[in-house]
T-cell receptor, first 112, second 113 residues
């Protein structure tokens, strides 16, 4: 069972470059999420989507852009990467309100 | 607004001894609460969840948690630690709509042989 797959798993990029992290889920879940994990902050929500073409900001959306043209995909773009965006990024999905949220294995991003 | 506090950033136990990971929450409504586990370089896996049914919730791998409204706590326990339990554990509260999770800071569990 593929579940949620993230790519790339590891990425090093330079300040100012555009980076896109991909997320694909095979369950046809309505909700998808992007979190970042930083030491001392736990996981913080960047953006979420309730369905295709519906997205909304989370706790820390600045510097990020999302889109969801298809239910199964939810890419996260850093338009101009900064060092403060060095983090581990987790994509997640859930079937509906209140259901369990399932996480991908994470994308380690380093901005130099 | 909702928040979660995990009272210990690190817990160390010996293999075969009980595990207690403490979590307090605040929420303006009846919360849904979760415990997730994260092994090194891996994603998060759901251990158990509380959604206003039984206050004692049983999860995978022998873990359980008790919801205590009067104490606003949701501590995670296991009777006997195994080496494979060494990981980071997150207590999580969900908002009323179920579409936004607030994570605690995490507790790193170390298990000594």
């Amino acid at each position: 069972d593929a579940g949620i797959t993230q790519s790339p798993r590891y990425k090093i990029t330079e300040t100012g470059r555009q980076v896109t992290l991909m997320c694909h889920q095979t369950w046809s879940h309505s909700y998808m999420f992007w979190y970042r994990q930083d030491l001392g902050h736990g996981l913080r929500l960047i953006y979420y989507s309730a369905a295709a073409d519906i997205t909304d900001k989370g706790e820390v959306p600045d510097g990020y852009v999302v889109s969801r043209s298809k239910t199964e995909n939810f890419p996260l773009t850093l338009e101009s990467a900064t060092r403060s965006q060095t983090s581990v990024y987790f994509c997640a999905s859930s079937e509906s309100f209140g259901n369990t949220i399932y996480f991908g294995e994470g994308s380690w991003l380093t901005v130099v | 607004a909702q928040s979660v506090t995990q009272l210990d950033s690190h817990v160390s136990v010996s293999e075969g001894t009980p595990v207690l990971l403490r979590c307090n929450y605040s929420s303006s409504y009846s919360p849904s609460l979760f415990w997730y586990v994260q092994h090194p370089n891996k994603g998060l896996q759901l251990l158990l969840k509380y959604t206003s049914a039984a206050t004692l919730v049983k999860g995978i791998n022998g873990f359980e948690a008790e919801f205590k409204k009067s104490e606003t706590s949701f501590h995670l326990t296991k009777p006997s630690a195994h080496m494979s339990d060494a990981a980071e554990y997150f207590c999580v509260v969900s908002n009323n709509a179920g579409n936004m999770l607030t994570f605690g800071g995490g507790t790193r569990l170390m298990v000594k042989p």
